[in-house]
C-alpha cells in the first residue's frame, strides 16, 4: 500500500495520543497523525499540525457555548482556529489522498474527511452514544474502533453498533521488569479530568496509615500532608508507577483502564462525571465482570480501609480475559487491510 492513513487525534487528556502512536508505530510508516501540539512528542512518526480549536488556552469542556446543527457536537462560531484546522485537515487529504482516515475522536472531523472522500473508521468510546452526531458520524463510517475488549461495551449498545465495531484490547504494553508493592497504594489522575484536590488524597493516606500512598498526575498541595503520601505530579512513565503498585485508584478512563488490564494490578475504581456515561458505564462493566471495585464516590474516611483491602483480593485472572497479546499489531493489521480493500468490511472482528 502506498496510500497514507490518517489518523486524527483529538487533545483531550492523553490517552488519544498514547493509542494513535501504538497503533502507528506497529503500522510501519503508513499512519500520518494529524491533531494539535504533537510535535515532538510523536517519534519518528509524520504528524500534521493542527490549529487549536479551543475557546480559551488549555481549557476544553465540548462546548462551544452557540447556536448548531442537531447532527455536531462542538462548532463554535467566528472561530480562527477551527476555520484553520478544517483548511488544513482538508488541505492533507487533497495532497495525501489517504486511504482512509481514522478519527479519534471527533464528529466533526469524522464527517468533513467523509465529505471529502475518504472511507472514515471512527473510534467509538465508552458510555451511550446514540444522540444524532453520533449516529450520523457511526453511519456515515466504513467501521468501527473500540478501544477495549467487548465484554467491557455498555449493555445497551445496538448489535448493529457491536457487529459494525472492531473491539481493540491490548493496546498497553506491560512494563517489564517491575515487581508490585503490596503496600503501596499508586493513586492516578489523568489529563483529561480536571485535576484532582490533594486535600482528599491526604484524607485518604491518613485514613489507611499503614500503606504508602503515591500520587501522580496533576494534583494540588496539601497544606499538610502526612509523611505516608507523595505526590509526584505529572510522570511520562506512568506505566512503570502502575505496574508497581499493591493497588490503583482512580478513574474510568480507557487510558488507566488499560493499564490496569496489562500490568493485571488490583483495581479500586472511582467514575469521573463524563458525556455519554463514559465513565459509569465502563465502571459498571469492570464491577459486574469482577475486574475492580468499584466506588461510586470519593470513599470516606471509615470506607478506605475495607475498598482496598477488597481490591487486593482481586486475581489477574479477570483482567488476563480482558486482554490480547499485540493488541496495537492486530489493530493495525486491521487498518491496513481496510485501506486495500475495495469495498471496506462492516463486520466485526472481536
Known amino acids: 500500500m502506498t496510500r497514507a492513513i490518517g489518523y486524527y487525534v483529538h487533545h483531550h487528556g492523553d490517552g488519544h495520543r498514547q493509542r494513535a502512536l501504538a497503533i502507528a508505530r506497529a503500522a510501519g510508516g503508513a499512519v500520518t497523525l494529524l491533531g494539535t501540539r504533537l510535535a515532538g512528542r510523536t517519534g519518528t512518526i509524520p504528524t500534521v499540525d493542527l490549529a487549536d480549536d479551543r475557546l480559551s488556552g488549555d481549557a476544553f469542556d465540548g462546548r462551544d457555548h452557540g447556536e448548531r446543527p442537531p447532527s455536531l457536537h462542538y462548532a463554535p462560531i467566528d472561530h480562527e482556529g477551527v476555520r484553520r484546522r478544517v483548511a488544513r485537515i482538508a488541505e492533507w487529504i487533497a495532497e495525501a489522498r489517504p486511504a482512509l482516515m481514522v478519527v479519534d475522536v471527533s464528529v466533526e472531523v469524522a464527517m468533513l474527511a467523509r465529505l471529502a472522500s475518504v472511507p472514515t473508521v471512527c473510534v467509538r468510546l465508552s458510555g451511550r452514544r446514540d444522540d444524532r452526531p453520533h449516529r450520523d458520524a457511526f453511519t456515515s463510517a466504513a467501521a468501527l474502533l473500540a478501544p477495549f475488549h467487548a465484554a467491557l461495551d455498555d449493555d445497551a449498545t445496538p448489535d448493529d453498533i457491536r457487529r459494525r465495531t472492531f473491539y ?48 501522580i498526575g496533576p494534583c494540588s ?106 493488541g496495537a499489531g492486530r489493530v493495525a493489521r486491521w487498518l491496513l487491510d481496510l485501506a486495500v480493500a475495495s469495498k471496506p468490511s462492516r463486520s466485526n472482528a472481536a
Open 221 to 326: 498541595v496539601p497544606a499538610d500532608a502526612p509523611p505516608n503520601l507523595e505526590l509526584r505530579g505529572w510522570v511520562d512513565d506512568a506505566d512503570r508507577a502502575i505496574a508497581a503498585a499493591g493497588v490503583v485508584v482512580g478513574a474510568a478512563g480507557d487510558g488507566l483502564v488499560g493499564s490496569v488490564i496489562a500490568h493485571r494490578r488490583p483495581f479500586l475504581c472511582i467514575a469521573e462525571p463524563r458525556p455519554y456515561d463514559e465513565q459509569t458505564s465502563k465502571a459498571a462493566r469492570l464491577s459486574a465482570l469482577g475486574a475492580a471495585i468499584v466506588a461510586p464516590g470519593w470513599p470516606g474516611m471509615g470506607e478506605w480501609g475495607g475498598l482496598l483491602d477488597r481490591a487486593a483480593t482481586l486475581g489477574p485472572a479477570v483482567l488476563a480475559s480482558l486482554d490480547v497479546e499485540d
Open 168 to 215: 481493540a484490547p491490548g493496546l498497553h504494553l506491560p512494563t517489564a521488569g517491575i515487581e508490585p508493592e503490596r503496600d503501596l497504594v499508586v493513586g492516578v489522575v489523568g489529563r483529561g479530568g480536571g485535576g484532582a484536590e490533594g486535600e482528599l488524597w491526604a484524607e485518604a493516606a491518613r485514613a489507611v496509615p499503614d500503606r504508602r500512598w503515591r500520587v
